[in-house]
Each structure stands twice: as structure tokens, then as C-alpha cells.
């Protein structure tokens, strides 16, 4: 089904019937939309749940002025940094030093064999993460928008409220800060 016949639907009465399939379409992307930047499994579906709350109560006043997509990728933005906001807020540092965001939740192990040497994919993963999460909220949210979500910059505009321009040079500096990082030479 697609959006212009969700929201007739939930115009036309079936409003429960319609937003269950709207976020059946849409669950699993704004998940990992989020997840990306959240990271813990817990966190994620408790701003998932805020995101379609939102949803849900701006539905009906959802005008057709952007995509239903892009405007739902909007709110669960809002929502990311809103609880990455306050979970900021509200850090505090482990007294032994241990780093408290583990990098639990990225890719199962396995490994990728090369002819002399295998490479560890989680470490791979891990790293690229660490250095995803070394940039500022600005240019983790492009990044991972770009890279992840291949979500063209014309609708990323409309989602993060920047131009185009603008997207296209912090997609520009936090892929030469991530390539320094994962090179080693930050």
C-alpha cells in the first residue's frame, strides 16, 4: 500500500487500521535510522516508540507537502537527538575508566579470509563505529544518513532542515575524519 492510500485510509475512518500498516512499512528502517545513532537495542525502542507516538498524534494533520517517509525519518530524528540530548545530560564517567558504550549490537562474529591473514570483521565494524561516534551529532546523523541509508541529499534536506550544500560539505568532513581515524592518523 502506499502513502497516499495509508493516509486515505486514515482519513476515511480506519485510523488504527491504517497507522498499523504504516509503521509495519516503516518500522524496521526508522529502527536502524535510529539504532545507528542510539546503539543500545533498549534505547532504540524506546525513541522508536516516542517517534510513532508523534506519528501517530500529527497524523492527522499530516500535511502532503513532503513524503510521509521523510517526514517520519524527521520526527525519529528529532526523537535521536532529543534522548541523545538528555542521555548526554545525564552522563557520567565509570569509576574504573572503563568506557561504558561497549560496542555490543554490530555485526555477528565471523571473518573475512584473506589469501595470508584474516581480517575480524567485528573489529572492522567496531572501528568504523568508534570512529562514526568520534564525530559530532551533526555530521553522525549526515553520515549515517549518506552512508547507511544511500538517502539522496535532496531528501536529507528536507529531513535535518539544511541545504543541500550544506549536507554535501559535512558528508565531506566526516568522511575524511572517519578515513584519518580508521588510518590512524588522528
Known amino acids: 500500500m502506499n502513502d497516499s492510500e495509508l493516509l ?7 485510523r488504527e487500521k491504517a ?23 533498549e534505547d532504540t525502542d524506546d525513541v522508536m516508540q516516542n517517534t510513532f507516538m508523534k506519528v501517530w498524534r500529527g497524523l ?11 517526514w517520519i525519518y524527521r520526527i525519529a530524528t528529532n526523537e535521536t537527538i532529543t534522548f541523545l540530548n538528555s542521555r548526554n545530560r ?9 568506557d561504558s558504550d561497549d560496542d555490543e549490537g554490530y555485526a555477528p562474529a565471523n571473518y573475512i579470509k584473506g589469501e595470508s591473514h584474516q581480517v ?26 549518506r552512508y547507511y541509508d544511500e538517502m539522496p541529499y535532496e531528501q536529507m ?7 543541500v550544500g550544506a549536507l554535501k560539505a559535512s558528508y565531506h568532513h566526516a568522511a575524511q575524519k572517519i578515513e584519518k581515524i580508521l588510518l590512524g592518523e588522528d
Open 60 to 70: 492527522e494533520t499530516f500535511r502532503n507537502e513532503a513524503q510521509l517517509f521523510t
Open 157 to 163: 534536506s528536507e529531513v535535518l532542515d539544511t541545504s
Open 19 to 41: 497507522f498499523t500498516l504504516l509503521v509495519e512499512k516503516y518500522q524496521q528502517r526508522v529502527y536502524f535510522h535510529i539504532r545507528r545513532m542510539v546503539k543500545s537495542h
Open 90 to 98: 545525564k552522563a557520567t564517567v565509570a569509576f574504573d575508566g572503563s
Open 8 to 14: 486515505d485510509l486514515f482519513h476515511a475512518g480506519s
Open 120 to 145: 575480524d570483521a567485528d573489529d572492522i565494524q567496531a572501528r568504523l563505529q568508534k570512529a562514526i561516534d568520534s564525530l559530532p551529532e551533526k555530521q553522525k546523523m549526515v553520515f549515517n544518513l
